[in-house]
């Protein structure tokens, strides 16, 4: 197999690539082209990811002393935006519409997505809808927390509600776009030999991801037209003042809110099916189980919402159904962590940063996973409900998971992106430093949520102070650690080396197009004669349009990774 497939005259060293391809701010901003539209998220995704850390880390300093420093009315209007901002506008969109916008058509050989205006226009939508939460923020935020529970957020908060729940429900729209893209895509734009069990795990988990959209996000953009409808109109749906229930919110809210959690998680899991096959140069340990595990964690996300109201009027019986149903999700997810684990033993690992990550994530994943057993138990749920121990939960599964997920593949990636490679001695001791900072920041939650520190308080007891300063400390190395990747990520575009098309020795299609890619991806379309993983020597593989080429033997993984400029 040739080492590019329709690279030959179209590198990164001045020739014609999707970056170059058309220049002007009109050329990107009316773009169908789904690399140049995962950058645009990539900016967008990346500038609301800052606004919302920044959020984060004034709450850590508001709670370095017991008093706080903020009002509370300003503290609540602090986490919500933190909340609105990170939930909605950076972990749900981040992994879909960055990595998997740039890189499902090119993994399956397809030269775009199925509905490339579709897909512009799922970006405008975002940033719509992102706008009309940062509006709302700039004008005094929101107070109702992001969980926007009735009736306060119907009968009694007097904040930017109405303004905040027009963004999410365009966003909404957002997701289902992209969703829909991707489903469509898988399905009709394979190339010719990529069957679905030759599918990279990282397609599989995206596929399983859009189900999960396409199913789950008209619910959340009914209960927000809902209560939109009881705020304005004064209808009695959620308000039991006038006939409402608040409960009915809470189980709308959480049908899509819980599977959101999937929503941010499969995809990184997918990047972290790629990290550990590529980075120990091993086929991944039991393909099949991976690739069913995600469409399970899919099916069982939807069953498994009730266990947020335990302590609602939801019954004991009805509760135990829940908890079992919570406890059966842990196995998909269990059957990634296992077949990960026996995939790198005897593999030829290569500790580049990529790996750090994918490392990382199984190791919060662990953490995050394990102590969500403790929030499915019935009778202990009750005494960490609405406490710090949630906090720190929901924080190592969606936040440490999707997070570390994120960054690995923007790193496995980012010189097939933008042609220009990252520094890797700074890479690395960035990832380390946002691994101390981040247990830093949340193991010392699950303690203080145990001795009983309730969440969304601006003040608290004297006794949990230091477990408050260790956790401000953590927040501030982390956000040192972020600045660190976001600084050394701009400073590669200009001045990093250039990107080979496959500096890791994989084994996917992407790794055979140039870095940067062409427009369309491939010049010649590719024809998939192995199967997925395959680090078999590469004699073995044909591609149409290159007979009697000169076969390129697999190269073993360097931690130097790019040629000089």
């Known amino acids: 197999m040739p080492s590019e497939i329709g690279a030959v005259h179209t590198n990164g ?31 967008t995704v990346s500038i609301f990811f800052v606004i919302g850390g920044v959020f984060a880390l004034l709450i850590r300093i508001n709670l370095l002393s017991p008093s706080g420093l903020f009002e509370p009315d300003t503290y609540n209007r602090l986490f919500t935006a933190h909340g609105v901002i990170m939930v909605f506008f950076f972990l749900v969109p981040a992994v879909p519409a960055i990595l998997g916008n740039f890189l499902l058509p090119i993994m399956i050989g397809a030269k775009d997505l199925a509905f490339p205006k579709i897909n512009l226009l799922s970006w405008y939508c975002y940033i719509v809808g992102a706008c009309f939460g940062l509006v709302a923020i700039i004008a005094g935020g929101v107070d109702t927390g992001w969980t926007f529970y009735t009736p306060y957020s119907t009968s009694f908060s007097n904040s930017n509600v109405l303004l905040v729940g027009i963004g999410i429900f365009i966003v909404g729209f957002s997701s289902i776009l992209t969703g829909l893209n991707f489903i469509v895509t898988v399905h009709t ?30 619910v959340l953009a009914i209960t927000v037209a809902l209560m939109a409808i009881e705020r304005v109109a004064h209808v009695g749906i959620f308000d039991p003042s006038m006939g409402g229930d608040p409960v009915l919110f809470q189980h709308m809210f959480w049908f899509y809110s819980h599977p959101a ?43 498994v919402w009730g266990h947020h109201l335990f302590v609602s009027t939801q019954s004991v019986y009805l509760g135990l159904i829940f908890s079992f149903l919570s406890y059966a999700v842990a196995i998909p997810s269990a059957i990634k962590v296992f077949n990960w684990t026996a995939t790198l033993f005897k593999g030829s690992i290569s500790y580049d940063t990529p790996m750090l990550y994918g490392l990382g994530f199984i190791g919060l994943f662990l953490i995050g996973g394990m102590t969500g057993l403790f929030t499915a138990a019935l009778g202990l749920d009750v005494h960490i409900t609405d406490t710090y ?54 193991f010392p939650q699950f303690l203080l949520g145990y001795l009983g520190m309730p969440r969304r308080y601006a003040s608290y007891p004297p006794e949990f102070q230091l477990l408050h300063v260790l956790s401000t400390a953590g927040a501030t190395i982390l956000g040192i650690g972020m600045l660190m990747t976001i600084s050394y990520f ?48 590469m004699e073995t593989m044909d591609v149409l349009g290159y007979p009697g080429e000169p076969h390129t033997p697999a190269q073993p993984v360097h931690s130097e990774h790019g040629t000089e400029d």
């Open 13 to 43: 060293d001045g020739g014609l690539n999707y970056l170059n391809n058309g220049h002007g701010l009109r050329s990107w901003l009316l773009t169908k082209d789904h690399k140049r539209i995962a950058i645009l998220y990539l900016i």
């Open 189 to 218: 734009m394979r190339a010719p030999g990529m069957t679905w069990f030759r599918l990279p795990l990282f397609i599989w988990a995206h596929y399983a991801t859009a189900l999960v959209i396409m199913l789950a996000t008209p």
């Open 490 to 537: 701009i400073w590669s575009l200009k001045n990093g080396t250039r990107a080979t098309p496959n500096p890791w020795g994989a084994s996917g299609l992407e790794w055979h197009t140039s870095s940067p890619p062409p427009t369309e991806n491939f010049l010649t379309t590719p024809i998939v004669t192995w199967e997925a993983y395959e680090f078999a020597p």
């Open 261 to 303: 959690v999937y929503i941010m998680v499969l995809p990184a899991m997918g990047v972290v099916s790629e990290l550990i096959a590529n980075m120990s140069r091993k086929n991944i340990f039991g393909y099949k189980f991976v690739a069913m595990s995600s469409l399970a964690i899919a099916v069982f996300g939807f069953l």
């Open 389 to 442: 121990f949630v906090i720190a939960h929901f924080h190592y599964v969606m936040v440490g998971g999707s997070l570390m997920g994120f960054l690995g593949g923007l790193h496995l990636w980012w010189g097939k992106m933008t042609g220009r490679n990252y520094p890797e001695y700074w890479a690395r001791a960035a990832a380390v430093i946002q691994f101390v900072g981040f247990n830093l920041t949340f």
